[in-house]
């Protein structure tokens, strides 16, 4: 089966000529059709390139009408992925932005954390009542996130008074914290034999009451809801068989020939190992994660796209090297224009210009075949646009692709910008590359010269049709 989804570069050198890149984008995929003979991708990544909140969201759900398979592979409810279809408006926390397709199975992977009642409100949201269940597979190695994690969560966030991380309080770090400690909570445990279940539980709950005394619930006796309300989730799940080994599943499905979208949540400069550390979400979200977080092996995943906001955005504390004041001029613009709240805290997103030297590290840890720009349409009026292209350390250019590792020297880097003029024309219509304004074609063009990536889609707007493809994309 396969999606015709766009381009890839493999190979492609750091700066491609961008009147070259459409020549690039045939060559490869004939290059493709002469190895593989088949002329599409198959098992599909779509990440975050900044700090999250790109739009993710918005294009798994257009490729998932073409694909029969969404798989998550990290995270937990701290992603809130938001969809608009029909003017209505939806937000995904933990459940696969492929829920909305009548025909796509919604796989969430070994890499995932879930709190399980927050699944099950996600899907009654959905309209979907807890007996249906519908196209939902769970793999039997996802860590059950308690709301003890959540409480640990907070606790941990309140000792660092004025130096919080600003976590999104949903337990994260707890959960792969435990999972770390290799005294988690499984959804094979959670299934399984109902003894086990409470063991694990009243061992995983002791453990917490000595090491976190301040946010640690009560021991586990008969009785105990959470446990009682576990037990019922548990049922639900049991009923339709939803908890299975998803390495077998996905495998099967790729063997069969069908198409799998693997769906990032948080972003590249959140990764654990890669972010700015420790301003950073505690799981794997590179193109490594959906290995790790899937049991898919790399040498299966035919594609990653990188999904880059036309400007930059950071929710909570850290470095933010190309930040603006939000209170005034272009800050305010891209926050206010942009509606930049977060989906799942509602906490105001910090803004700033879109940052070339992060971008480019972002391709080198991910190898996009190809970049998804979003929300070109939230510039419009700006009457410049600043790309940063350099990032300089006392008058030294660092090298491209680097990021600094130590926020002592992340904080003396000097970005050096290069201005574009603005447009002032409403694009939000536009439905190809042709259409826009002169001055757009050529920001859009900038960028793909400036991170070495070529740009497959452009969004114009939040609803799943406000997305056109560039010329050379099939
Ligand atoms: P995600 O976490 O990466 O899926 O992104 P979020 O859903 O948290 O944030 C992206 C926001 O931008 C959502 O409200 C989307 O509806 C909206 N959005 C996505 N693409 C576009 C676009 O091209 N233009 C505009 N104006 N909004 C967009
Ligand atoms: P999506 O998938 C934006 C940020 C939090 C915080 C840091 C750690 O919607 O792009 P955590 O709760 O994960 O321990 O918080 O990471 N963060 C996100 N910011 N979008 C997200 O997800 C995020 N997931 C985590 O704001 O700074
Ligand atoms: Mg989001």
Same mark, same amino acid.
């Given at each position: 089966?396969?999606?015709?989804?766009?381009?890839?570069?493999?190979?492609?050198?750091?700066?491609?000529?961008?009147?070259?890149?459409?020549?690039?984008?045939?060559?490869?995929?004939?290059?493709?059709?002469?190895?593989?003979?088949?002329?599409? #991708?198959?098992?599909?990544?779509?990440?975050?390139?900044?700090?999250?909140?790109?739009?993710?969201?918005?294009?798994?759900?257009?490729?998932?009408?073409?694909?029969?398979?969404?798989?998550?592979?990290?995270?937990?409810?701290?992603?809130?992925?938001?969809?608009?279809?029909?003017?209505?408006?939806?937000?995904?926390?933990?459940?696969?932005?492929?829920?909305?397709?009548?025909?796509?199975?919604?796989?969430?992977?070994?890499?995932?954390?879930?709190?399980?009642?927050?699944?099950?409100?996600?899907?009654?949201?959905?309209?979907?009542?807890?007996?249906?269940?519908?196209?939902?597979?769970?793999?039997?190695?996802?860590?059950?996130?308690?709301?003890?994690?959540?409480?640990?969560?907070?606790?941990?966030?309140?000792?660092?008074?004025?130096?919080?991380?600003?976590?999104?309080?949903?337990?994260?770090?707890? #959960?792969?914290?435990?999972?770390?400690?290799?005294?988690?909570?499984?959804?094979?445990?959670?299934?399984?034999?109902?003894?086990?279940?409470?063991?694990?539980?009243?061992?995983?709950?002791?453990?917490?009451?000595?090491?976190?005394?301040?946010?640690?619930? #009560?021991?586990? =006796?008969?009785?105990?809801?959470?446990?009682?309300?576990?037990?019922?989730? =548990?049922?639900?799940?049991?009923?339709?068989?939803? +908890?299975?080994?998803?390495?077998?599943?996905?495998?099967?499905?790729?063997?069969?020939?069908?198409?799998?979208?693997?769906?990032?949540?948080?972003?590249?400069?959140?990764?654990?190992?890669?972010?700015?550390?420790?301003?950073?979400?505690?799981?794997?979200?590179?193109?490594?994660?959906?290995?790790?977080?899937?049991? +898919?092996?790399?040498?299966?995943?035919?594609?990653?796209?990188?999904?880059?906001?036309?400007?930059?955005?950071?929710?909570?504390?850290?470095?933010?090297?190309?930040?603006?004041?939000?209170?005034?001029?272009?800050?305010?613009?891209?926050?206010?224009?942009?509606?930049?709240?977060?989906?799942?805290?509602?906490?105001?997103?910090?803004?700033?210009?879109?940052?070339?030297?992060?971008?480019?590290?972002?391709?080198?840890?991910?190898?996009?075949?190809?970049?998804?720009?979003?929300?070109?349409?939230?510039?419009?009026?700006?009457?410049?646009? =600043?790309?940063?292209?350099?990032?300089?350390?006392?008058?030294?250019?660092?090298?491209?692709?680097?990021?600094?590792?130590?926020?002592?020297?992340?904080?003396? +880097?000097?970005?050096?910008?290069?201005?574009?003029?603005?447009?002032?024309?409403?694009?939000?219509?536009?439905?190809?590359?042709?259409?826009?304004?002169?001055?757009?074609?050529?920001?859009? =063009?900038?960028?793909?010269?400036?991170?070495?990536?070529?740009?497959?889609?452009?969004? +114009?707007?939040?609803?799943?049709?406000?997305?056109?493809?560039?010329?050379?994309?099939?």
């Amino acid at each position: 089966m396969g999606v015709l989804i766009g381009v890839t570069n493999r190979g492609l050198g750091v700066a491609c000529g961008l009147a070259a890149a459409a020549l690039v984008i045939q060559r490869i995929f004939r290059e493709r059709r002469d190895v593989t003979g088949r002329h599409t #991708a198959q098992c599909i990544t779509i990440l975050g390139a900044q700090w999250g909140d790109e739009g993710k969201g918005k294009l798994v759900d257009l490729l998932a009408g073409r694909a029969d398979v969404v798989a998550r592979f990290n995270g937990g409810a701290n992603a809130g992925h938001t969809l608009v279809v029909d003017g209505k408006k939806y937000a995904f926390h933990l459940l696969p932005c492929g829920m909305l397709r009548a025909n796509t199975v919604n796989v969430i992977g070994n890499g995932a954390v879930v709190h399980v009642p927050t699944l099950f409100d996600e899907l009654a949201q959905l309209g979907a009542d807890g007996d249906s269940l519908p196209k939902l597979v769970i793999s039997s190695r996802a860590h059950v996130l308690l709301d003890s994690h959540k409480a640990i969560d907070g606790m941990l966030e309140a000792e660092k008074g004025g130096q919080s991380l600003g976590t999104t309080k949903r337990g994260i770090g707890p #959960a792969y914290a435990s999972k770390a400690n290799r005294n988690g909570l499984r959804f094979c445990d959670l299934m399984g034999d109902d003894a086990n279940l409470v063991a694990k539980l009243r061992a995983l709950r002791e453990f917490q009451a000595l090491h976190y005394p301040g946010a640690s619930p #009560a021991t586990l =006796r008969e009785g105990d809801a959470e446990l009682n309300q576990l037990r019922l989730f =548990r049922a639900r799940l049991a009923k339709f068989g939803v +908890v299975k080994d998803t390495v077998t599943y996905v495998k099967a499905a790729l063997d069969a020939g069908k198409t799998v979208l693997a769906e990032g949540a948080n972003a590249a400069m959140l990764d654990l190992d890669f972010g700015t550390y420790p301003f950073v979400t505690s799981s794997a979200t590179t193109a490594g994660g959906v290995c790790t977080g899937l049991g +898919v092996p790399p040498s299966r995943v035919d594609c990653v796209i990188g999904v880059v906001k036309a400007y930059a955005t950071r929710v909570g504390a850290g470095p933010f090297p190309t930040e603006l004041d939000c209170d005034v001029g272009a800050g305010n613009h891209l926050q206010e224009v942009g509606h930049e709240r977060g989906t799942t805290t509602g906490r105001k997103r910090r803004c700033g210009w879109i940052d070339a030297p992060l971008l480019r590290y972002s391709h080198a840890l991910n190898g996009y075949d190809s970049l998804n720009l979003t929300k070109l349409d939230v510039l419009t009026g700006l009457e410049t646009i =600043r790309v940063g292209v350099e990032y300089t350390v006392r008058g030294k250019t660092l090298p491209p692709a680097y990021m600094p590792p130590d926020l002592d020297e992340l904080g003396d +880097v000097e970005v050096v910008y290069e201005d574009f003029p603005g447009w002032t024309e409403d694009i939000s219509k536009c439905a190809s590359f042709e259409d826009l304004p002169a001055n757009a074609r050529t920001y859009v =063009r900038a960028l793909e010269a400036a991170v070495g990536c070529p740009i497959s889609y452009v969004g +114009v707007g939040p609803g799943r049709d406000d997305m056109f493809v560039m010329p050379g994309v099939h």
